[in-house]
T-cell receptor
Framework: KAGVTQTPRYLIKTRGQQVTLSCSPI?????VSWYQQTPGQGLQFLFE???????NKGNFPGRFSGRQFSNSRSEMNVSTLELGDSALYLC?????????????FGSGTQLSVL | QKEVEQNSGPLSVPEGAIASLNCTYS??????FFWYRQYSGKSPELIMS????GDKEDGRFTAQLNKASQYVSLLIRDSQPSDSATYLC?????????????FGAGTRLAVHP
């Protein structure tokens, strides 16, 4: 079974631009969660999607948004980029059947904002 | 107070020793607890999960959970240099019954020969 696939692997953007990141979950998994990882803050929860619906959201500004498609693939969008958005963005998938499930992570997208 | 707290380390132990990693969490109703290992430049990988009070052993790893004290720990016996990584404690925080896994900032473990 293929793992969680994230594209692109690296991105360089400038302040004010927007960016879209993509995540393809493990086949059969319907839940996709997104995390931001920075050296100072660790892994911070962004949001979780299941069957095209956002079920949970973390404490990030509205510039961060996401969506999920009918094939469970998910995209995350960040508008009006700021320097502080430079981070590793990780997505993780699971079957989505409830609390207690294990998450499987992709390799991440390293975003640098200049 | 952070929802999940870990000592950032680094925790330095000699090869063959026991490494003890600790984690506390704030939400009393949390039910599921996980330890992930993250090597530098790689994504987190699950190494242990624990749902009930007590100990759970898997090879050289033992997870311990004390819900009354809101405390989770990971013991690594016979530590090897290949265990050098950041260990992330993750707690499933109830939110409508669905997955909202909250991570600690991680503890960096260095095993020296």
């Amino acid at each position: 079974k293929a793992g969680v696939t994230q594209t692109p692997r690296y991105l360089i953007k400038t302040r004010g631009q927007q960016v879209t990141l993509s995540c393809s979950p493990i086949s059969g998994h319907r839940s996709v969660s997104w995390y931001q990882q920075t050296p100072g803050q660790g892994l911070q929860f962004l949001f979780e999607y299941f069957s095209e619906t956002q079920r949970n959201k973390g404490n990030f500004p509205g510039r961060f948004s996401g969506r999920q498609f009918s094939n469970s693939r998910s995209e995350m969008n960040v508008s009006t980029l700021e320097l502080g958005d430079s981070a590793l963005y990780l997505c993780a998938s699971s079957a989505g059947q409830g609390a207690g499930e294990k998450l499987f992570f992709g390799s991440g997208t390293q975003l640098s904002v200049l | 107070q952070k929802e999940v707290e870990q000592n950032s380390g680094p925790l330095s132990v000699p090869e063959g020793a026991i490494a003890s990693l600790n984690c506390t969490y704030s939400d009393r109703v949390s039910q599921s607890f996980f330890w992930y290992r993250q090597y530098s430049g790689k994504s987190p990988e699950l190494i242990m999960s624990i749902y009930s009070n007590g100990d759970k052993e898997d090879g050289r790893f033992t997870a311990q959970l004390n819900k009354a004290s809101q405390y989770v720990s990971l013991l690594i016996r016979d530590s090897q240099p290949s265990d050098s990584a950041t260990y992330l404690c993750a707690v499933n925080t109830p939110s409508g019954g669905y997955n909202k896994l909250i991570f600690g900032a991680g503890t960096r473990l260095a095993v020296h020969p």
